[in-house]
């Protein structure tokens, strides 16, 4: 199947069927042979196209009569690919990205759709002018949300935060493609012997400067096609997801509870560093999830760690005191993590940041009582929002007066003067991470 055929299968699977773009992209790909071209085609037309989302039909509306919400829709995703192509991807010459997506409204459409693509795209190659932005003076939420594809509702709540300069490097590095980063798994290869390997197998690393374990891939073959990730000699867990795992700072025969643990990124990690000794307990409430955890471990040699289904809320009903350290590493609006999830910014609201709070301390609550005095509770987030980071630790703490908060940075693995720890990409060029670490006193 030829890369923008395949590529509109995927954008129709995620806009029909609700399906994730990583999870949709990577099932899609393994089921063909690709070259290493065709790849990465494929995937910058689906994450471009999907990450673009309400620009892309603001666009086409320069050029069509048609509100796009009356086109059927794989025309409508057959618009969308070819307006992303003419608009964004500069290497492709525009009479390309017209034929190639009349070719698509041939197989899926019918003659009228056919010129009806045809003359849309065509108009737009010819008058590209005819959609100009906004002026980011007058209309500064419009703007930024148009030209670096984030919701109003979110551009408004960081332009008040950061202002305009700031806010415009956010959403900017948001739209970048992110490094892929992998975590050494210890207990099988240190970290300078992994990288000569990585470079045996084509891929170009370098160590990252966050975590000792932690290497950024800038360039790579498909990871199905890395020998060390299916010898389980390596992790794709991002640096900042890292940072987590050393400020919790399990020890070998501890016994550790990891609510929220699935996929297992940081369950293994805490692993690693207990050297494989002790009992790790990862929970989770969906089964299908603890499977992904069981087969990680499994990979990467790790037999200590057991899984369990059941709420993170009810926790302490049966693990009440028992716990060395425990980390919560919450459910959260994810909004530190756009760049990575294509996506996930179209699927967020912000009632999330009013509801999501409620559970995330109910969480806390629970994990807390199922450490023993003097242990170590971990509160982490992939957000950047107060309400769901400091606002939470401090609600909670009003109420335990049993939990003293302990600095972050004397145990991070560089070295950083914070009491909880706030990562944003545009400042600390990793993905975002509230990270809070609280010990038990009585």
Known sequence: MEARELALKIINDIEGNGAYANIALSREINRHRLTDQDRRFTTELVYGTTKAGETLDWLLSHY?????????????????????????????????ACNEAVNLA?????????????AVL?????????????DPKSEPVRYLSLKYFHPEWLVTLWLSRWGFDECEKLLKINNETPPLCLRTNTLKINRENL???????????????????GIVCLEHPALNNLPSLQEGLIQVQD???MLVSHVLAPQPGEFIIDACGAPGGKSTHIAALMNNKGRLLSTDLHDHKLKLTEENAKRLGIT????????????????????????VDAPCSGLGVLRRKPDSRWRKNQAMLRDLPVLQLAILESAAECVKT?????????????QENEQVVEAFLRSHSEYTLEPVGSHLPVQ???VTLQLWPHVDGVDGFFIARMRRLK
Request: with cysteine; proline share 7%.
């Open 195 to 213: 990288l000569k390997r990585l470079q045996i197998e084509g891929a170009s690393c370098e160590a990252s400067v966050w975590t000792p374990e």
């Open 106 to 118: 041939k197989k899926y459409g019918h003659a009228g759709t056919v010129k009806f693509v045809n």
């Open 64 to 96: 069509s009569n048609r509100p796009m919400s009356k086109v059927v829709p794989v025309i409508r995703n057959i618009l969308r690919m070819g307006i992303y192509q003419l608009f964004f991807l500069t290497k492709v010459p525009p009479s390309a």
């Open 374 to 386: 003097g242990g170590v509770l971990v509160y982490s987030t992939c957000t950047t929002e107060p």
């Open 304 to 327: 200590i760690l057991e899984t369990q289904a059941l709420d993170a809320t009810t926790l302490h009903l049966r693990y009440a005191g028992l716990a060395d350290r425990v980390l």
């Open 122 to 134: 065509r108009n737009a190659a010819r008058s590209p002018e005819k959609a100009a932005y906004p």
């Open 416 to 418: 950083r003067d914070a």
């Open 239 to 241: 640096e900042s997801s």
